[in-house]
């Protein structure tokens, strides 16, 4: 098989492996609102947070920064030793982490429940998340165990482990959910049962640990089946894990950043109200077309920025960067819109069922449409930050994802009085609208030559192209009745194909570049 046949094939896996992960994470959590009430699925989505929180503030950050390359060199130079040490004294210190994160959960759950509503009681909310919590914090130990043995697999060009694991882990949760809904029976699945019922309390909790304890499983019994050998060499003095503590340093504070507003969120969502719910479920929907199109584009272009890079040709790069991110808004300007106009539809045909009614309907499409409309601002913001990056800039990505975060908690705080959880999904779009129009101006001063104003343009060409289709997609399914049942589903079955028709006329009509520069793209890797 030929090189690029091979890169085909494992991008093939990637994608399809993410694809399956991202739909069934979204089946799990479709059943986990449609079982339980709205306090306890607070409750769960919170405390369920919390070891991604805490994995991603204190090593997350300093792992993903260096790790694929530090391994891949290693691999490169037979150096098994550098990567038995890192290996060992980044779990060495996940396993600390743990334990001190699992004595201090009683705190970690009060700092979380500060704002909770007067209408729940507050004594099951902290005793419910508490359990939950000790549960669930573990799992800090192992998704560290999972990111090293991921990236060390794909150092050494293995990737279907890495990408299908985490469909696993999600078959484990749903699982759980069916059990719990098959045992627990009928009666409401609220704080009050769980604070009565251990039975549903460990339902909830025990087969999502489960689920990280098994994916980092696959990925540690993949390593030894592809003859990738670790020892346990907890060397913290070994010159690689000076050289990853050296090389992360902006990176953790850009990870520092993104923590610290997602705590605020949550805050001002108010777990027990259903907020966080709500905000959750909304910025897991928002996140699709991110993930399987935005990330497509990204992952394809920045292998071809750094070559220009490496290669010290500007002209290449600035002419590689001017058509990624005009081809990532011609994907993601017309999905975000199209998303937003149909938020509501969608939420109802996915998850209107049980203890999931129309009013959690409606202010989870309300949130996915704050979220929707800012699809396209994300999408560029993450491209223009691979402008920085490549030219082994991370103070500057820091900079700015530092001011964003922080016009997000300002403007999260303003909106939320007023529009309750969907203003936090607006507080998000309007920082990340900002904040990539600045990003690409910064890059534009640091990098004389990125064409700014042809960018824009092309933007604004874009925009106005995918704000017409979704005002037509808007009329011709807003006569189909109420957003629920059979009526949503036919708004999706008419607004999707019209939207991709109506969009591709228009950037036929406004005579758009991109469409032409999509095509030939797309025949290019055909070949």
Known sequence: MTARGGLARANLVVATGTLLSRLSGLVRFGFLVQIVANDLADAFTTANNLPNVLYELVLGGVLAATLVPLFTRHATDGDSEATSAVFSVAAVASAVLTVVAVIASPLLVRLYTVTSPETVDRDRLVGTMTFLAVVFLPQVFFYSLTFLASALLNAHGHFFAAAWAPVANNVVGIAGLAALAAVVGTTPRDLALAALD????????????????????????????????????????????????????????????????????????????????????????????????????????????????????????????????????????????????????????????????????????????????????????????????????????????????????????????????????????????????????????????????????????????????????????????????????????????LGVAVYLVCLVVLRAPELREAAIRLRLHAR
């Open 198 to 497: 251990p039975t549903l309390r460990w339902l909830l909790a025990a087969p999502t640990t489960a689920g990280i304890v098994l994916m980092a499983g696959v990925l540690l019994v993949s390593l030894r089946r592809n003859g990738i050998v670790v020892r346990f060499r907890p060397d913290r003095h070994h010159p690689a894990v000076r050289e990853v503590l050296r090389l992360s340093g902006w990176t953790i504070g850009y990870v520092v950043a993104n923590q610290l507003a997602l705590y605020a969120m949550t805050v001002l969502a108010r777990p027990g109200s259903f907020g966080v719910t709500a905000y959750q479920v909304a910025f897991l929907l928002a996140q699709v077309p991110i993930g399987l199109l935005a990330m497509s584009v990204i992952t394809t272009f920045t292998p071809e920025l750094a070559r220009a890079r490496a290669a010290r040709d500007k002209a290449r790069f600035l002419a590689r960067f001017e058509q990624g991110l005009r081809l990532l808004l011609a994907v993601m300007l017309p999905a975000g819109f199209g998303l937003a106009v149909l938020a509501r539809p969608l939420v109802s045909t996915l998850l209107q069922a049980g203890a999931f009614d129309a009013a959690d309907a409606e202010i989870t499409g309300a949130t996915l449409t704050g979220f929707a409309w800012g699809v396209g601002a994300v999408a560029a913001y993450l491209f223009v930050l691979r402008g920085f990056t490549t030219h082994a800039d991370t103070r500057t990505p820091f900079v700015i994802n530092a001011f964003e975060n922080a016009l997000n908690i300002i403007l999260g705080v303003a909106l939320v009085g007023t529009f309750g959880v969907p203003g936090l999904a607006w507080s998000f779009t309007i920082a990340y609208g900002i904040s990539s129009v600045g990003a690409l101006a910064i890059l534009a001063r640091k990098l004389p030559g990125v064409p700014v104003r042809r960018v824009l343009g092309s933007a604004g060409r874009l925009g106005l192209a995918a704000l017409v289709m979704a005002e037509i997609v808007w009329l011709a399914t807003s006569s189909f009745g109420g957003p629920t049942g059979g009526a949503a589903l036919a708004r999706l079955v008419v607004g999707v194909p």
